[in-house]
T-cell receptor
């Protein structure tokens, strides 16, 4: 069953803590992306990666970090430097053949 | 600033009616225009996409109309059903942008029985 998995579905964080969101895909896609979604807004790009061991900042990278050590995995760390981290986080991967981005089910992060 | 402007923010349509959502862009280098459907608490799913070499694309009850000279594209949902109630996002990307999508702000569609 191919697709993108994100875990956990819900995550609660105390102020000052770093948290890591997991994203795994078995679609054999090279490109992967992290987006942030806030109520009433579209998706905003945090980081993206075109290939293993390479990644680039998106439009709102401040306070976030990523790694891409394996093709299948693209974890996102929300650091304590992110001032307003409460949001819905979406991971995606892209088919190089069709340009279609496939999204995971998302992780809802709440800062307590 | 938002590179893709989407309207309306929300709309209510009766079952069987037509839902129309519009998007406008400025960057003439955009060459891929997808529409995504998102249900509450779920990730977006691709609905239909178009490239600038065609003016219209239809898949079932969903149609994209594309006007290159006006830099606008729209989604028409024919015979709207209660199951179509969702948030719809338009997006655009350029061929040299590593697939980075610029999203509109979204339209919440409610189909009443």
């Amino acid at each position: 069953d191919g697709g993108i998995t994100q875990s956990p579905k819900y995550l609660f964080r105390k102020e000052g803590q770093n948290v890591t969101l997991s994203c795994e895909q078995n679609l054999n896609h090279d490109a992967m992306y992290w987006y942030r979604q806030d109520p009433g807004q579209g998706l905003r790009l945090i980081y993206y990666s075109q290939i293993v061991n390479d990644f680039q900042k998106g439009d709102i990278a401040e306070g976030y970090s990523v790694s891409r050590e394996k093709k299948e995995s693209f974890p996102l760390t929300v650091t304590s430097a992110q001032k307003n981290p409460t949001a819905f986080y979406l991971c995606a991967s892209r088919s190089g053949a069709t340009d279609t981005q496939y999204f995971g089910p998302g992780t809802r992060l709440t800062v307590l | 600033q938002q590179q893709v402007k989407q309207s309306p923010q929300s709309l209510i349509v009766q079952k069987g009616g037509i839902s129309i959502i519009n998007c406008a862009y400025e960057n003439t280098a955009f060459d891929y225009f997808p529409w995504y459907q998102q249900f509450p608490g779920k990730g977006p799913a691709l609905l239909i996409a178009i490239r600038p070499d065609v003016s219209e694309k239809k898949e079932g009850r969903f149609t994209i109309s594309f006007n290159k000279s006006a830099k606008q594209f729209s989604l028409h949902i024919m015979d709207s059903q209660p199951g179509d109630s969702a948030t719809y996002f338009c997006a655009a990307s350029t061929g040299d942008s590593w697939g980075k999508l610029q999203f509109g702000a979204g339209t919440q569609v409610v189909v009443t029985p």
